[in-house]
Structures are given as C-alpha cells and as structure tokens.
T-cell receptor, first 113, second 112 residues
Framework: DAMVIQNPRYQVTQFGKPVTLSCSQT?????MYWYQQKSSQAPKLLFH???????NEADTPDNFQSRRPNTSFCFLDIRSPGLGDAAMYLC????????????FGPGTRLTVL | QKEVEQDPGPLSVPEGAIVSLNCTYS??????FMWYRQYSRKGPELLMY????GNKEDGRFTAQVDKSSKYISLFIRDSQPSDSATYLC????????????FGTGTSLTVIP
C-alpha cells in the first residue's frame, strides 16, 4: 500500500542534543509537510516543500531545519531541542497545491529530557 | 479570533447514537473542507473531503458545509466504540497556498 512512513515512532533526546526525524512516502506526491502537534492542540505547520522549493512558516523557530534530498524523503532536524519542543511531529504529503488532501504519517513522538 | 474554532469536548455517547461534530470559521474564502480522525498517539487519517457548500455521505459519515453560516459539521450514524478518537476539521482556500487551517479537535468516546 502507498503510504507515509515516519521513523522513529518514538524518540527520546536530551536537552540541547540534536535530533533528526525522518519521513518517507511511496505516494510520489510533490508536496511534503512537517507539523508539530502538542497535546489537545491543532497541528501547527512548521514548513513544507513543493518539490525542492522550501517554504518556511514565519513563526517557525530557527532551531528547526528541514531537508528533502529527493521526492521520497524528508527530514526534520532540531538543532538544540528544548523542553518546549516535546511534541508529536507529523509528516504529511499532498499531490499538489494546498487545496489537495493531505495524507499524514503516524507521527514521531519526541520526548526531551 | 482564531481562523477555525472547534469545541474540544470531550464528548461521550452510548453506542448506536448519532454524533454531531462541528466547526466554525471566520474566513469566507475557505472552499475546501476536511474531516480527519486521529486515534491516540497516531497520525490524522482523512475521513471526508468536501468542496464548497452541501452534503457528502460516505457510509455512516455525513459531512455538511454551510458557507453562508461559516459552519461545517460531521455526523456519525450508529456510532461504534471504534469511532472513539479525536476528530479534527481542516480547511483551505486557493489563496492560502499550501496552508491548511486546523481546528483543535473534538475528543469523542463511544461507550459500549
């Protein structure tokens, strides 16, 4: 089945220790997104790639970076995680424009000690 | 004012009940409306996708959009314990580029 895969599902890191979360997709979609979702809150868009074009949301902290080396893979790097960065990180894809349905992966739950 | 408002609940209903979940929004430009279901500690799963006003039915689920009132609803008939999850509404418009606007989600529990 075509899908969005995220690894790892659970990640524990220490305060200030860099961490990388990965997302891969077999849907061959042009757009990939990274969201942060905290408990009982709506997913918050961090950034997205339209093909290789990177789009950063205005309020995404500089501590968060992303890479998309090819169509299938996208990475979220958190350079110096703080306690406030503990959250569920969701990767999503869509075929094309923002009006197209977004398909989500299972998420990576990040814990910062 | 938030772009999208959604009552967080929690909502608890007996098995077999009809469930009504709702969102209101402020931006009249929104044209595309989605409902996602999110089980605990999982990613959101698309349930319904509608364009503009009207109703759309899929099995036990009916999505309703009233653009004049800026109000969308998701109805679940014959609710099952497996429907217990958080339901997120989301919406977008052509001008928003790749931005989806999500509600905060309504937590639903269906009691056997």
């Amino acid at each position: 089945d075509a899908m969005v895969i995220q690894n790892p599902r659970y990640q524990v890191t220490q305060f200030g220790k860099p961490v990388t979360l990965s997302c891969s997709q077999t849907l061959n979609h042009n757009v990939m997104y990274w969201y942060q979702q905290k408990s009982s809150q709506a997913p918050k868009l961090l950034f997205h790639y339209y093909d290789k074009d990177f789009n950063n949301e205005a309020d995404t902290p500089d501590n968060f970076q992303s890479r998309r080396p090819n169509t299938s893979f996208c990475f979220l790097d958190i350079r110096s995680p703080g306690l406030g960065d503990a959250a569920m990180y969701l990767c999503a894809t869509s075929i094309d424009s923002g009006t197209d349905t977004q398909y989500f992966g299972p998420g990576t739950r990040l814990t910062v000690l | 004012q938030k772009e999208v408002e959604q009552d967080p609940g929690p909502l608890s209903v007996p098995e077999g009940a009809i469930v009504s979940l709702n969102c209101t929004y402020s931006n009249s430009a929104f044209q595309y409306f989605m409902w996602y279901r999110q089980y605990s500690r999982k990613g959101p799963e698309l349930l319904m996708y509608t364009y503009s006003s009207g109703n759309k039915e899929d099995g036990r689920f009916t999505a309703q959009v009233d653009k004049s009132s800026k109000y969308i609803s998701l109805f679940i008939r014959d609710s099952q314990p497996s429907d217990s999850a958080t339901y997120l509404c989301a919406m977008s418009a052509r001008y928003t580029g790749n931005q989806f606007y999500f509600g905060t989600g309504t937590s639903l529990t269906v009691i056997p």
